[in-house]
């Protein structure tokens, strides 16, 4: 099997053994099979059979993909050799065709993903699934083919069998008459009649056939070909191979291996960029060509309970010191405006930044700056989710890159420590009094470099008690948690002796104190540390439920170190931790984080996104619109997908009906119905050979799997009969994506404040309505979702 990405302008007539599939992806193809000619427009399918004369003029701008099976390789799986097939979409274009259309895309995303290199398993496997598909719904069966009816017919049969059997042996016509009991004379004379040609020069020809798929598409020696065919000598192969296609195997084998390097030159010239942005094209019209993946999802809407939502809890904005900068406070007050969300989790309050010493012994702070942040959250009625701990400041392009760091001062003298923050809570609890306190929430973060070390664990035990007795004194109703555990699907990795024993010793130091936990924090993010514990690192997974099967997996570990009641919440959680990782600004980013939330969903109260702003990640190097940060918006304040993501789901009614792979339900209670949806597609292999900072801005499309659509219906059973209005909101790389708008101008980096401007208002996705009809206490509606899209549908009975 032989694949292609051509852009010749002609092909002169010629023919071949192969069967050959053309699918035209640009301009036109003029293609004529033996004085038939045909015009194949853009998403057209031919097959060219067996031994066909054909040539093509195509137009300028042509793309077109070959595909060609050795003929031998089908018609032995089949057992037959007389095989037609009728494949033209210029003649009949059913449904038939676009699955076809379908895989043939498959297969073109798999050669960009890899490079053109069509050696794997992916590749050999896709190529078997169409030309199944091939033989199963366009081949046409021969009349030798179909089951004899007479004698004559039967005889044929086995003649045929016995030479598709035998033919890479020794065998004449006298053997084969024994055989069936016929005389020498009369076999040669039935042969002649019914084959047109002698058994001798019969058995030859399918020899030639069988030897010139060896010739073209091995790289065996033409003696052994000669051999492994049949043929008595390799002069004896020569001179027939040279009699019936009028050159040596020898010459034809170079020829073919030219013409081979003249078409990979040709492909070469075309370029990635063009391939690439037919292979992932985005729009309704390839909606409608390639067909779409289906999924029918049957909703019993009669049953519900209330909704709990865990994506608008707490949005993590940054440290304290971030919180100082007026720019990071407007992009916190307008992701409250939008996404209404209840806590801003803050970090490192206590810094030399903030004008606050924390191993200073004189009793005196300063926490001016501290309450100008606190303030504002107020003023803005956000609660503060503050992570008490010092923790450092790093702006991440890789895990193992850092743009920038700071490192900051961390605790040594408990004793101050407990000073400090006894002074904390009686400062805040005056200031804000106790009703506002009462609602905060409070996190010790621990470094897990730290694991093992026991002195380190002891003393930040020490640190939490101290921290629990100052929030019991002033604010007993508000939270108190921590650690930070990051995820790992299986808890037998690195370290894992070391959680344990750090739970051990904080159980132990608490009870001692009298003291109490009230949550658990893990950090979410998508990778899985490996190796050992002098040696590990955090490897990115391919799994796109690696969040929830990790989250799962760290419940079951608590629940067996007796900490099952203590509530978990996920405190940080991302993909990626890279600020410098052009998937952040994808629509993929907000498919992504919805299908996170669904598998979140149900095991935690809180899943905190991180991050609110990319005004956090700025630095010399993010002078463009975009650049690959973590946040919910722009550094311009422009929703990237991610925020359209929390948006949609901020719009679901209060009460849960149910959620599945692609989907979760929710209804008002009252004959109305909203359904939040997605198609978050698999990253590609390329996406994990490439480092997160060395994405190409203008290709993102090969680091995904495939770009299928997705048509999910959904039935509705318990609902009202009657007229439905449907409306679909839908956020896709056409609609509601800054980065494909910003690649519309070219990725321009100095724009102006207009363009800016137009930007904003014009990132706000798509949306239809229309009627439909609930009979039975059925309803029943279709989903269409292009790659990566995600939408809210909402469901109401017309007045």
């Not at 960029?273 to 060509?289: G, I, S, T, V």
């Not at 380190?456 to 108190?480: D, H, M, R, T």
Request: net charge negative.
């Amino acid at each position: 099997m032989l694949m292609r990405i051509l852009n010749q302008q002609s092909e002169k007539e010629h023919f071949h053994r192969d069967i050959e599939l053309l699918y035209v992806l640009e301009g036109a193809v003029n293609l004529l099979v033996e004085n038939q000619h045909t015009r194949l427009a853009p998403g057209d399918v031919i097959l060219i059979n067996s031994e066909k004369a054909h040539s093509l003029r195509n137009s300028d701008d042509v793309l077109y993909m070959k595909l060609s099976f050795q003929y031998s390789l089908v018609s032995d799986i089949l057992s037959d050799y007389d095989l037609l097939f009728w494949c033209d979409s210029t003649r009949n274009n059913d449904e038939t065709y676009a699955t076809l259309r379908r895989m043939l895309q498959r297969l073109i995303s798999n050669y960009v993903n890899k490079n053109g290199d069509t050696q794997n398993y992916a590749h050999i496997a896709m190529c078997y699934q169409i030309l199944d598909f091939l033989c199963s719904n366009f081949l046409l069966r021969e009349a030798s083919s179909q089951p004899a009816d007479n004698k004559a017919d039967q005889r044929v049969d086995i003649i045929n069998s016995y030479i598709r059997a035998n033919y890479d042996k020794p065998i004449n016509l006298r053997d084969l008459a024994e055989k069936m009991y016929l005389s020498n004379g009369y076999l040669s004379r039935f042969f002649k009649s019914n084959f047109g040609m002698g058994f001798g020069d019969y058995v030859t020809r399918v020899r030639l056939f069988h030897a010139i798929d060896d010739l073209l598409y091995t790289e065996d020696p033409v003696t052994q070909i000669a051999f492994s065919n049949g043929f008595a000598s390799v002069a004896a192969f020569n001179k027939a191979f040279k009699k019936e296609y009028g050159e040596t195997p020898s010459a034809v084998r170079k020829r073919a291996q030219s013409k081979q390097h003249k078409a990979e030159e040709v492909a070469s010239v075309i370029g990635d960029a063009r391939l690439e942005k037919y292979a992932w094209a985005d729009n309704d019209a390839q909606l409608d060509m390639v067909g779409s993946g289906e999924k029918s999802v049957l909703l019993d809407v009669s049953e519900y309970k209330p909704l709990t939502p865990i994506w608008n809890q707490v949005i993590n904005v940054g440290s304290a010191e971030d919180l100082m900068r007026s720019e990071v406070r407007h992009h916190v007050e307008k992701l409250k405006e939008l996404l209404g969300f209840t806590y801003a989790r803050i970090w490192a309050p206590f810094t030399r930044g903030m004008f606050i010493d924390i191993n200073q012994t004189t009793g005196r702070y300063n926490f001016s700056r501290l309450d100008s942040i606190l303030d504002f959250l107020v003023s803005i009625d956000v609660v503060p989710f503050i992570d008490l701990m010092p923790k450092p400041q790093r702006l991440m392009s890789t895990t193992t890159e850092n743009i920038m760091t700071l490192e900051r001062e961390m605790p040594h003298d408990e004793g101050a420590w407990e000073h400090l923050m006894m002074a904390f809570m009686h400062h805040v609890r005056h200031r804000y009094r106790s009703a506002e306190v009462s609602k905060w929430k409070f996190e010790m973060w621990f470094d897990e470099s730290e694991l093992g070390f026991e002195e380190a664990v002891k003393g930040y035990a020490n640190l939490c008690v101290s921290s629990w007795k100052a929030i019991q004194k002033y604010s007993p109703e508000s939270e108190f948690g921590g650690f930070g555990l990051h995820l790992h699907t299986s808890m037998e990795f690195a370290g894992y002796a070391d959680i344990r024993h750090f739970f051990e010793v904080l159980n132990e130091r608490y009870k001692a104190e009298g003291a109490t936990i009230d949550f658990i924090s893990v950090y979410a993010y998508g990778y899985e540390e490996v190796g050992t514990k002098e040696d590990s690192q955090r490897l990115r997974q391919m799994s796109l439920s690696y969040l929830g099967d990790a989250f799962k997996t760290v419940k079951r570990e608590l629940r067996q170190w007796g900490l099952g009641s203590v509530k978990v919440y996920v405190t940080e959680w991302n993909l990626t931790v890279s600020d410098r990782n052009y998937i952040n600004d994808t629509c993929f980013k907000g498919a992504y984080a919805i299908k996170s939330y669904i598998d979140f969903y149900g095991h935690t109260d809180i899943a905190a996104y991180f991050m609110g702003s990319d005004r956090i990640a700025e630095y010399a190097d993010s002078d463009g619109v975009l650049f690959g940060g973590l946040g919910l918006l722009s550094k311009d304040g422009i929703m990237k997908p991610a925020a359209f993501a929390h948006e949609l789901l901020n719009m679901l009614y209060p009460n849960f009906v149910c959620k599945g792979e692609n989907y979760l339900a929710t209804t008002n209670g009252r004959g109305a119905y909203r359904i939040v949806c997605h198609n978050c597609k698999q990253l590609s292999y390329r996406y994990f050979d490439t480092n997160e900072n060395e994405l190409d801005l203008r290709s993102l499309g090969r680091y995904y799997a495939d770009a299928d659509p997705l048509r999910l219906t959904f039935t509705l059973s318990g609902v009202g009969d009657g007229e439905y209005l449907m409306k679909i909101h839908t956020i896709s790389e056409k609609n509601g994506s800054l980065l494909n708008m910003w690649e519309e101008m070219d990725f321009e980096r100095d724009l102006s404040h207009n363009d800016i401007r137009y930007l904003r208002d014009a990132c706000s996705g798509k949306m239809t309505m229309h009627g439909v009809t609930a009979k039975g206490g059925t309803l029943t509606v279709d989903v269409p979702l292009p790659a990566n899209a995600f939408a809210l549908v909402k469901l109401r009975r017309r007045a």
